[in-house]
Structure formats: C-alpha cells, structure tokens
C-alpha cells in the first residue's frame, strides 16, 4: 500500500496524522509520500500530481490518501479522482470537513464535533485529539509546565498564570519542573518566569526555538506531575496518553469564564475535569488563594490512536 500524506503548516494538524501513521505502519507494510499543502495557494493545488513521486507510485493496487486540516481536504479528493479509475482509492479525513463528507471514505473526528448521538456512518469519533500512546516509566522527581497563549477560546490573564506557576513551584519544591512556552505565548509571560529565578530555584525555562520536538515529547512523557494551559487541546490530550498525573492551569479569571463556557474546547475540558481525568489549579473566592484539585490515581494513559488505527485496517480489509 501507498499512502500520500496531505500536509498544511498547522504543527497540530501534522502532529495528529503523524501519531496515527506511526502506529498503522507499525501493522501494516505502508510507503509514504508528503504532499505540501500551504493554505491558499491555487499553485500548490496542481502540482503535486505532477511530480515524479505521485506518478510513479500511482501504480500501487491500495492507496491511502490522508490529511487534516482544510487545506487538505480539497486535494485529497482531486487526487482520489485522477487514482480512483485504476486503483483502490480510500480517501480519510482527519478532524471535521465542512462540506462534502460522503466523499470520503472514512472521516476520524474528535467526539465533541458531533456531540449528537446519530452521525454519517463513514464518521469514526475520537476523545479529544490523537496522540501516540506512550508507557514509560516517569520520574518520581521530575514534572513540567507546558504553556499555550493567547487564542480565541479563552481570555488570557499573565498575572493569574505567573501567580500559579508560583504556586506550583512552592508547593512541589521536591520537584524539578522545566517550563516550556509555546510560540503563542506572550513574551510578557516569558519575561515574568525567568524572574520567578530569584524566589525558586526547582525549574528550568527552557524556551520553544531552542526544544526540538522529540525532547518536549519526552519530558511530557517522563514527568510524573504536568501542568498544562487548556488553550490547546492537542497538548491536555498528549499528556493524558502517557503515564503520570495531568493539571489543568486556569487562564482567566471567574468572570470571563462565563463567557467562554459554551464553546466545544470548554465543554471538553469541563469533562475531562469532572470526571477526574485531570486535576486543576483553581482560586477560592473566599480567601483568594489557590488551591488544587488532584485527578484520580487510577486514571490509564488513553489509546485513542491504536483504536482509530486498527478501525481504519478493517476499512482497508474490506
């Protein structure tokens, strides 16, 4: 089987794809062509089924075309057009098309986007987003704080994040945390951590341009204790699908959070909180000071890419 990987520039896009064929190649005997997809370009939308890659491996009997995010879709099925007279074509949309959904073969879609009991029979549902299972041990010692930005989901308060990441370091002061931003995150925010140097001592900033992926990914997956921002839930969804004991920190104030609540990422995260699956940073209103909400011990690292990759080799079975 060939598959032709549809890519845009969205990292969280790219990382979901990834995670799921890492584990589908691990099952089945797949080569893999990258097909660039930047976002409104009409150039790009022709030439990649004129390199040599795409016409020499379009004689394969099984090929997978598969891509998230809407710059993908329009392109994955042009291709399954011009494939489609001499070959098994099946089309896969990652994350929720906005039109034309019986065109695909298969759509794999977190279960917030169709929160109605009855959806198309081509759509398989995930919790959350898809991020490769890990299982190694973490380090009794060691925790992290992983931090989003400024986005349409949640008002964003720098002096209510620092003042909790204060908070977290006082009171794990047996841990080494290393704190991690993000390119969303604003430099304010940065500026503030690396004075918290002069109070505590038990963490590392460690900035986005200097941290290759694999080191993030790792020290998520190693730390027993992780405070992440609920602003990106690629990253709330990584970190549950690894060992150790995931936190929520608060991005804005009592307020502002009712305002935001309606929204599918709050609602997500409202789940995940009452049913235990992460802990919280929270502030009592009575006495203003924070205080932590613990997620549940027996809480197991989620499986939700194995899942979607072994539902998307039955369609390939069939």
């Known amino acids: 089987m060939h598959i032709y990987w549809f890519q845009d520039t969205k990292a969280g896009h790219i990382n979901q794809v990834q995670a ?93 986007d169709f929160p109605l009991k009855q959806k198309p029979i081509n759509v398989i549902t995930f919790v959350g987003s898809l991020a490769e299972t890990s299982n190694l041990k973490t380090d009794k010692k060691k925790g992290i704080i992983a931090l989003g930005g400024t986005s349409k989901h949640y008002k964003f308060n720098n002096n209510l994040l620092i003042n909790q990441i204060a908070y977290i370091l006082s009171i794990h002061s047996n841990h080494i945390f290393n704190i991690y931003n993000s390119r969303r995150t604003p430099s304010e925010i940065n500026g503030k951590i690396k004075k918290l140097k002069n109070k505590f001592s038990n963490f590392e900033f460690i900035n986005y341009l200097q941290c290759p992926t694999p080191q993030f990914q790792n020290e998520l997956q190693t730390s027993d204790i992780k405070f992440v921002t609920p602003d990106s839930i690629n990253l709330v969804y990584e970190s549950l699908s690894s060992n150790g004991q995931t936190y929520l ?51 197991k690292p989620l499986k939700e890419v194995e899942r979607i990759s072994s539902e998307l080799i039955n369609l390939l079975n069939k």
């Not at 030439?47 to 995010?69: E, H, V």
């Not at 609540?261 to 802990?279: A, F, P, R, Y």
Request: aromatic residues 8%.
């Open 20 to 112: 799921l064929l890492n584990v589908l190649t691990k099952k089945i005997k797949a080569s893999i062509s990258v097909i660039k997809c930047p976002k409104n370009s009409i150039l790009s939308y022709f030439l990649p089924f004129s390199n040599k890659n795409f016409q020499n491996n379009n004689l394969d009997d099984l090929i997978l075309l598969i891509g998230a995010g809407h710059a993908t879709y329009s392109r994955i099925l042009k291709a399954k057009k011009i494939l489609k007279t001499n070959n098994k074509v099946y089309a896969v949309a990652i994350l929720k098309p906005s039109s034309q959904w019986d065109s695909f073969e298969l759509i794999c879609a977190p279960k917030h």
């Open 249 to 299: 920190i608060k991005l804005q104030n009592s307020r502002f959070s009712k305002l935001f609540k309606n929204g599918k990422i709050q609602k997500s995260m409202n789940e995940l909180i009452s049913s235990h699956h992460v802990g919280l940073v929270d502030k009592n209103l009575n006495n203003n000071q924070f205080n932590i909400q613990h997620p549940s011990k027996d809480f």
